[in-house]
């Protein structure tokens, strides 16, 4: 389920800082949101924790904030957005996805929105803190790239009606999706990649099908109900790509037993290949781990 009425911006000084902060006044715009401009500065709090004398390192960690907030008022100033209420804090903290996810806890948003990558224009893929933050991450989290969405966005929700999936979570991504299209006056659509030995095809989707019941369930049209069929983490990330949708909302997790703490292969797959933006979502059954864990996981999401 998604109910948007704050939004914690994470900053970082790169080029996708200023159409990052831009893209998310228009999500609070449509969704009347508050916003919270954040900024954690791992790489000199890192430093500092590790500084041989510590004697200053409060001082200076107090002025590095300072800074940051400096930074955050700035960007502030340079949208003008007299209609949004907008805050800003800073951190020093390490890792940076720890900082983030602290800040979650105590501040309780309802969405974090994060640029992915290096932020240099390039879209490498996420950085290895992104991977931690979208295992960690308390509250859905949208992974933003530097392009403009649509005036009316198109949103799709890949999801696994099967029993594969943990129990209802696929209802809960289409109906999640659901929400943010409508806020965003966007259109929907519902995508399923189903692995089969056979040649990679599109597939209309079966009358009476799960898909096709939720996709009834939430108004999604037929046309816009699609079934993919071969090596999801191939054919999905393609489909995606050759559709050019602005939002692609997912599970972040692996959904098999007994490791749901990795991030799956199919959301890494999206993730280094596509360049949309993604909604990363977790089962009401998440419990949050206390520890990191490795890269993301081998075999299905």
């Known amino acids: 389920m998604l109910s948007i009425a704050s939004i914690l911006v994470v900053v970082e000084r790169n080029e996708d ?4 902060f831009t893209k998310a006044c228009t999500l609070a715009r449509h969704f ?3 916003l919270e401009l954040f900024m954690c500065d791992a790489e000199r709090g890192y430093a500092l924790r590790h500084a041989y004398d510590q004697a200053g390192a409060a001082t200076a960690a107090a002025s590095l904030v300072d800074d940051a907030r400096g930074y955050l008022e700035a960007l502030k100033r340079a949208v003008d957005v007299p209609e949004l209420q907008i805050t800003v804090d800073a951190s020093c903290e390490s890792p940076m996805y720890q900082g983030i996810v602290q800040k979650v806890l105590m501040t309780g948003p309802d969405l974090v929105v994060k640029s992915i ?11 290895l803190n992104d991977w931690h933050l979208a295992r960690t991450c308390p509250v859905p989290l949208l992974f ?6 649509r005036p009316s966005p198109r949103i799709a929700a890949s999801i696994d009606p099967t029993d594969d999936e943990t129990p209802g979570f696929a209802r809960q991504i289409v109906d999640t999706a659901r929400r943010f299209a409508s806020g965003c006056h966007g259109e ?3 995508v399923f990649g189903r692995a089969e030995s056979a040649g990679v095809s599109l597939r209309d989707v079966p009358e009476g099908t799960e898909l096709q019941r939720l996709g009834s369930e939430f108004g999604v049209p037929p046309a816009r109900v699609f079934t993919l069929v071969g090596d999801p983490p191939k054919v999905l990330p393609a489909f995606v790509g050759d559709q050019h949708y602005d939002v692609v909302a997912l599970g972040a997790l692996t959904h098999r037993q007994g490791i749901t703490g990795l991030v799956g292969t199919l959301t890494d797959a999206l993730l280094q290949s596509a360049s949309c933006d993604f909604l990363l979502l977790k089962p009401g059954t998440y419990t949050r781990l206390a520890e ?5 996981a081998a075999g299905r999401r």
Not at 117 to 127: T, V
Not at 144 to 149: E, F, K, T, V
């Open 17 to 20: 800082a200023l159409p990052v």
């Open 32 to 34: 009347g949101a508050r």
């Open 117 to 127: 990558g290096a932020g240099d224009g390039s879209r490498p893929g996420p950085s």
């Open 144 to 149: 933003m790239g530097r392009r403009p969405w």
């Open 188 to 190: 929907l659509e519902l």
């Open 292 to 296: 990191p864990v490795a890269r993301p």
